[in-house]
T-cell receptor, first 113, second 117 residues
C-alpha cells in the first residue's frame, strides 16, 4: 500500500462546483503539503500544515482551502472551481527539517470544464 | 525573481551514456539543501538525492550524483550509465523561499530527459 494516498486519482467536474481532494498518509509525518503542477511551471505550494492545529498559506492559496482532520489526513477544497484550476495536484509529507525530503502521493488529475 | 533555474527544457542521451542536468539557485542563506526529484510519465514524484550546503563531499546515490559547486550556486544532477527507464521529467528543488512562517520547498521548471536506445 502507498504511504501517501490521494483520492480521487482523476476528476472531471464543472465550473462552480465544490471539489474536495483527500490525502492520507501512513508515514507518521507531522508535516503535510498540497501542491499544484501546471505544464512548464514545476510544482507550486498551495497550503501546508506542520501539525493538526497549524495551517499556513503557500504561494498560490487563493481559491483554495484546506482542513487537517488528523495527523494522517489533509484535504484540499476548491470552493467554486474555475477552469484555470485544472491541474495535477500533489499531496506530500515530511518528517520536518529542511534537509528532509518530501514524500509525494501519486497525484490527482483535476479537469474543470 | 526565479529562485531555482533549470535551463534545459529537454535533453537527449544515448543509452549507457552519462548525462548532466543543470540546476542553479539563488539564495543568500548560508545553510540550505538541494533535492532532485524524478517524475516519470505516470506522474508520481520520486525523491532521488539530497545535498546539504555544508556537506563536504558531493552526494551520490547509486547511479545518481550531484555536482555541487557552491560558489557558482549550481547543483547539477549526473546520471551515469543511462537506462531507458531514466526517461522522465527531473526537478531540482530547494527550501529557499519563505512562505508564511517558514521556508518551503521551491521547484525549478524541470528538464525532460529522453534516453535513446
Amino acid at each position: 500500500d502507498a504511504d501517501v494516498t490521494q483520492t480521487p486519482r482523476n476528476r472531471i467536474t464543472k465550473t462552480g462546483k465544490r471539489i474536495m481532494l483527500e490525502c492520507s498518509q501512513t508515514k507518521g509525518h507531522d508535516r503535510m503539503y498540497w501542491y499544484r503542477q501546471d505544464p512548464g511551471l514545476g510544482l507550486r505550494l498551495i497550503y501546508y500544515s506542520f501539525d493538526v492545529k497549524d495551517i499556513n498559506k503557500g504561494e498560490i492559496s487563493d481559491g483554495y482551502s484546506v482542513s487537517r482532520q488528523a495527523q494522517a489526513k489533509f484535504s484540499l477544497s476548491l470552493e467554486s472551481a474555475i477552469p484555470n484550476q485544472t491541474a495535477l495536484y500533489f499531496c506530500a509529507t515530511s518528517p520536518g527539517g529542511l534537509n528532509q525530503p518530501q514524500h509525494f502521493g501519486d497525484g490527482t488529475r483535476l479537469s474543470i470544464l | 525573481a526565479q529562485k531555482i533555474t533549470q535551463t534545459q527544457p529537454g535533453m537527449f542521451v544515448q543509452e549507457k551514456e552519462a548525462v548532466t542536468l543543470d540546476c542553479t539557485y539563488d539564495t543568500s542563506d548560508p545553510s540550505y539543501g538541494l533535492f532532485w526529484y524524478k517524475q516519470p510519465s505516470s506522474g508520481e514524484m520520486i525523491f532521488l538525492i539530497y545535498q546539504g550546503s555544508y556537506d563536504q563531499q558531493n552526494a551520490t546515490e547509486g547511479r545518481y550524483s550531484l555536482n555541487f559547486q557552491k560558489a557558482r550556486k549550481s547543483a547539477n544532477l549526473v546520471i551515469s550509465a543511462s537506462q531507458l527507464g531514466d526517461s522522465a521529467m527531473y526537478f531540482c528543488a530547494s527550501p529557499i523561499i519563505s512562505s508564511g512562517s517558514a521556508r518551503q520547498l521551491t521547484f525549478g521548471s524541470g528538464t525532460q530527459l529522453t534516453v535513446l536506445p
